[in-house]
């Protein structure tokens, strides 16, 4: 049962297609109401400064102070991307496709990292196809998938086969011959791994004709991406996996075709698809149905403590959670799922709100009323529909024998720790 | 309205002693690639059909006897899931076969350096701590119809299903778990940031924890932290028809909050024991956990970067020794402990690698090696898979079922029937117990 629709609503767009909410971010768009925060976010109304993660605001070329960073500096810089109020939809993007296009810096060197990064926030909303044609010969990800140095004559699989398993049309489209032979044309590639720059070597290169889901011809990696891109698996794979990003739950079959069509025939339009997704009522609809990931209730209770992200202890708290940018346990990426709700996450997220409350202790203040420290408190942290459960946790930690500094201290410790805000 | 104060929270961090650091000892666990594999899919067949179809009635299961082992109600499993597929072939080595040479002519052994086990395999030359043990090797453990994913071949090996067609909602340890359950707070326990697929039970309560030795400052008896876990505790009963995540939650909230309890009895580290490794961490927080007595029965320990597909040579040599220098020493903990005679040790990985090499490397394979230690029957069990006749995608045929190794273990280390916990009515490797 809702307490104040337009707030939850409002809470509710900017949990799916944003890091937020930020304290404040609520009250401040509640004149422009769901759907115009929405056009927005998606860049179809003029700027008019009142939606401060406006489309218009997206980072879409790296700074060249961030180019030269390593990359634990260069997570701090990302993760204070994500957590600025100008962050938006692009941003919330280009974590999903770091997710999906993954590399890992204890593999593909710093360098190459963040260059590849900067490919992520060039084609986050961009077309599909020309994206996996920038990541198939990404230094990094030919570093992480052991297609650097690649022979032809005796290539590796294991690129052709991710390309195709995880980035690009599923398990059970193509056959153990197709990875084979989309190997050979992946080979013939160095990298740098001090500045992840990539070079093509014409005498480890496969130079013969292959034959690929049911293609024949001498082909380089981004005639292999085409081939790929033209199968019917591509586009609802892929639309499949965003609309759980951002609704939360699978598409109907029926919904997935409608949108694989859009998608497909809008020339696979990142950009397309996200708006057929995000324009459907289910996507308001879908309130609270999958975890934050890590990241997202990192930066968000991040948002509510007012701390910066200037500490390379809060790698190590990513770590901790499961969920540190660069690290992804596999080339799958970061599973969904409930296991962003254990029993584990939660005694992690405990301890890492600890270390910064402690860090803060002698500034943490909220600016609650004292009379309605509780309500307060639950809009501070973006929770407009909060259980009965929430509401007598709250209330009974209201009337704890503590100073009003810390009753304050502990309502929030006690939200931030909640299921509902680990719910996106 | 103005509240009382009789404490501030300045006190209960000095008490506590937090500095700038993590006070969760959050290890580096950012460098393991292949830590876990997907979720499983939903699925609409119920647990209880598993068995089902193999409802010929079988003999009572024997448990093993030909080894001193502690009684059934004691037995407890560490599972090590070497994540990437652990390639077979070089860690226990066909040292006699000319087809191990010429399959590897860059990155093979060299075989003169190899430790016999008979005259024609033997340990690689980085387990030689192992190697005196006495473990029990079981060759050519695999899948009839394998699949070279990492992600498809792992959820095989975690729910127990070979065929890749059952789509199970629990997984192979879960299910023994569920048989194992008698209410403790936790039955299965993985040694990891988040649970396995492997552990998904019915009933038994199993958990993930990083590092659950360091949780129990949360316990702190103070003011402050005793008005957080009321207020946890209050929060963990959140239910909402609307939002079932909400108890998805709370039910994992609850069960934290219980099993941070059990802590306080963890028994002091055995440190100078252990290599400095990571392994070497998980085991022996393992050892203490089933040192404690707190119920646990099984506990899954993901570890590892087998996904050879270059340098292979260095690195798979490099993660052997690893696994060498940690698990010896763990079987050295178990055995100071008094635990020794009541832990079975079991190692899987979701495939093997390729017998023939690539330019540097090796790609995903077939049938592996299986390694059990403890109260087992030591040497090899199974037959070496032939690296001369290949599949069609030139890959080694198995000669052990996963669901044979998997059945052993149910019916002769826990006398739990096989036919209850995996399809089928797969037959037992009788030799090993």
Redesign the interface.
């Known amino acids: 049962m809702s307490m104040d629709e337009t707030a939850a609503q409002l809470a509710h767009v900017l949990r799916r297609l944003t890091f937020g909410p930020h304290p404040g971010d609520v009250e401040r768009l509640r004149s422009a109401g769901a759907d115009g925060v929405i056009d927005a976010l998606l860049g179809r109304t003029e700027d008019d400064g009142k939606v401060r993660a406006h489309a218009d605001h997206a980072l879409l070329e790296l700074p060249d102070s961030a180019l030269r960073l390593e990359w634990d500096d260069f997570t701090l810089w990302w993760l204070e991307q994500m957590g600025a109020p100008s962050s938006g939809l692009h941003e919330k993007l280009v974590w999903f496709w770091h997710g999906h296009f993954t590399s ?1 810096a ?2 593909s060197g710093d360098a190459a990292m963040v260059a590849q990064h900067a490919k992520l926030r060039r084609h986050a909303l961009g077309n599909f196809r020309d994206f996996a044609k920038a990541m198939v010969t990404d230094g990094a990800m030919m570093m992480y ?2 297609a650097a ?3 032809g ?6 690129l052709a ?1 991710e390309l195709m ?1 995880l980035f690009t049309l599923g ?1 059970g489209t193509y056959s ?1 011959q197709d ?2 032979e989309a190997a050979k044309a992946l080979a013939g590639w160095w990298v740098d791994w001090e500045t992840g720059e990539t070079e093509y070597d014409e005498y480890i290169a496969y130079q013969g004709v292959i034959r690929f889901l049911g293609q024949r011809g001498r082909f380089t990696p981004e005639d292999i991406v085409d081939i790929i891109c033209d199968q019917p698996s591509c586009a609802p794979f892929i639309a499949a996996k965003l609309y759980r990003y951002l609704v939360g739950v699978e598409p109907s079959p029926e919904r997935l075709s409608e949108l694989a069509e859009t998608f497909a025939g809008s020339g696979l339009e990142i950009g397309v698809l996200v708006q057929a997704i995000v324009d459907d009522p289910a996507f308001l609809a879908e ?5 934050r990931y890590a990241i997202e209730w990192f930066v968000a209770a991040h948002g509510v403590l007012g701390t910066s992200f200037d ?1 390379k ?1 809060l790698l ?2 990513l ?4 969920q ?1 940018p660069g ?1 992804p ?4 990426g970061w ?14 997220k ?2 890492v709100l ?2 910064a ?3 803060d ?1 002698d500034d943490a203040t909220f600016p609650f009323d004292e ?1 309605d420290a509780v309500t307060d408190a639950l809009a501070y942290c973006g929770l407009y529909e909060p ?1 009965d ?2 509401l ?3 209330d ?2 209201y ?6 500094d ?2 304050n ?2 309502l929030v ?2 939200a931030l ?4 805000f ?2 996106a | 309205m103005t509240r009382p104060s009789i404490n501030d929270r300045r006190h209960f961090l000095k008490t506590l002693g937090l500095g700038g650091a993590t006070a969760l000892g959050m290890a580096a666990c950012s460098t393991k690639p292949f830590d876990e594999a997907e979720p499983l899919a939903p699925t609409s067949t119920p647990t209880g059909s598993v068995g089902e179809e193999a409802a010929a009635p079988r003999a009572t299961p024997q448990p093993m006897t030909a080894v001193d082992a502690a009684p059934l109600e004691e037995r407890t499993l560490v599972v090590i899931e070497l994540n990437g597929g652990n390639d077979g072939i070089d860690t226990i080595v066909p040292y006699n076969d000319p087809a191990y040479k010429d399959l590897r002519p860059n990155i093979g052994l060299d075989t003169s350096e190899v430790i016999p086990i008979d005259g024609e395999v033997g340990w690689n030359p980085n387990m030689a701590n192992l190697a005196q043990r006495d473990l029990a090797v079981v060759q050519g453990v695999g899948m009839p119809q394998p699949d070279l994913s990492h992600f498809e071949s792992m959820v095989r090996w975690q729910t127990g299903d070979m065929t890749g067609e059952q789509f199970m909602a629990t997984g192979f340890f879960g299910r023994l778990c569920d048989q194992l359950d008698v209410g403790d707070p936790v039955t299965g326990l993985s040694i990891d940031v988040a649970p396995s697929p492997a552990l998904n039970s019915e009933k038994a309560v199993t958990l993930s924890i990083p590092d659950p030795s360091d949780g129990g400052w949360l316990m702190s008896d103070d003011d402050w932290m005793r008005q957080v876990r009321s207020g946890w505790s209050t929060l963990s009963g959140a239910r909402d028809a609307a939002r079932p995540l909400l108890e998805v939650g709370g039910t994992n909230m609850a069960e934290a909050l219980e099993f941070l309890d059990t802590l306080e009895q963890l028994p002091e580290r055995a440190d100078d024991l252990y290599p400095g490794s990571y392994l070497g961490e998980l085991l022996s927080t393992s050892a203490r956990m089933l040192a404690t007595n707190t119920g646990v029965r099984i506990i899954h320990v993901p570890w590892g970067s087998f996904d050879t597909h270059d340098e292979h040579r260095g690195s798979h040599d490099y993660q052997l020794q690893l696994l060498d220098e940690a698990l010896a020493a763990f079987l050295t903990d178990l055995d100071d402990r008094g635990l020794a005679d009541s832990t079975l040790v079991a190692t899987i990985s979701e495939f093997g690698r390729r017998p023939g090499e690539n330019a540097g490397g090796t790609d995903h394979g077939t049938a592996s090696m299986a390694l059990l230690a403890g109260p087992v029957n030591g040497g090899l069990h199974g037959l070496y898979p032939s690296l001369t006749d290949l599949d069609d995608v030139d890959n080694l045929k198995m000669t052990v079922g996963m669901d044979q190794y998997y059945a052993t273990i149910a019916e002769r280390w826990f006398g739990i029937p096989a036919t209850d916990v995996l399809p089928g009515s797969p037959e037992l490797l009788t030799s090993l117990f």
Not at chain 1, 287 to 291: L, M, Q, Y
Not at chain 1, 319 to 322: A, E, I, R, S, Y
Not at chain 1, 335 to 348: C, F, K, Q
């Open positions: 890992t204890s593999k998938l052991d140095g690649s022979q004559d005796a290539p590796n699989e294991n086969r398993e398990r153990e990875v084979r309130r609270n149905t999958r975890p500490n202890d190590w708290m770590d901790g959670l499961g540190r690290y346990p596999n080339p799958a599973p969904e799922g409930d296991r962003w709700l254990s029993a584990s996450a939660s005694l992690v405990a301890n600890f270390n409350f402690f860090k202790e009379e259980s459960t929430m007598k946790a709250l009974e930690a009337w704890s024998p503590f100073d009003a810390d009753v201290l502990l410790q006690l720790t909640s299921t509902e680990s719910l």
